[in-house]
């Protein structure tokens, strides 16, 4: 089974965390199933980018992005040549390591 190492994130994962992964699964549900609470204002559809997060190792085993995707990502914050929507990277047969940026772009959050 292989694993999702998260990095660090003075919010939603302080000490980071060492997660088992089901092959197939988005890095979002992932996340959000060990209580890792990512934002996903779209619901998962892939219409926002405030699941963005950058893939530090094992990229090249992810599904290629679609163009949707794509388009999505170029508005990111902090975006980098191995960002992903986690709501749309499936994981596949190797561990990946995995930032959350510090910021994202949320539009409708309220509260703030």
Same mark, same amino acid.
């Not at 089901?22 to 609470?37: P, V």
């Not at 893939?55 to 960002?83: C, H, I, M, N, Q």
């Given at each position: 089974?292989?694993?999702? @190492?998260?990095?660090?994130?003075?919010?939603?994962?302080?000490?980071?965390?060492?997660l088992d992964?089901?092959?197939?699964?988005? =890095?979002?549900d992932?996340?959000?199933? !060990?209580? @890792? $609470? @990512? +934002?996903?204002?779209? /619901?998962?559809?892939?219409?926002? %980018?405030?699941?963005?997060v950058?893939? &530090? /190792?094992?990229?090249?085993?992810?599904p $290629?992005?679609t163009? %949707? +995707?794509?388009d999505?990502?170029?508005?990111a914050?902090?975006? +980098?040549?191995t960002? &992903?929507l986690?709501?749309?990277?499936l994981?596949?047969? +190797?561990d990946l390591?995995? /930032? =959350?940026?510090?910021?994202? @772009? !949320?539009m409708?959050k /309220?509260?703030?």
């Amino acid at each position: 089974m292989p694993q999702l @190492i998260v990095l660090p994130h003075m919010e939603l994962c302080p000490d980071g965390a060492v997660l088992d992964a089901q092959a197939g699964t988005s =890095i979002c549900d992932t996340l959000l199933e !060990n209580g @890792i $609470e @990512i +934002e996903h204002a779209c /619901e998962k559809s892939c219409a926002c %980018t405030t699941c963005h997060v950058i893939v &530090r /190792e094992g990229f090249d085993s992810l599904p $290629e992005a679609t163009e %949707t +995707e794509d388009d999505l990502l170029d508005k990111a914050w902090g975006l +980098e040549p191995t960002s &992903r929507l986690s709501c749309q990277a499936l994981v596949g047969d +190797e561990d990946l390591v995995v /930032e =959350i940026p510090k910021y994202t @772009i !949320n539009m409708v959050k /309220e509260g703030h």
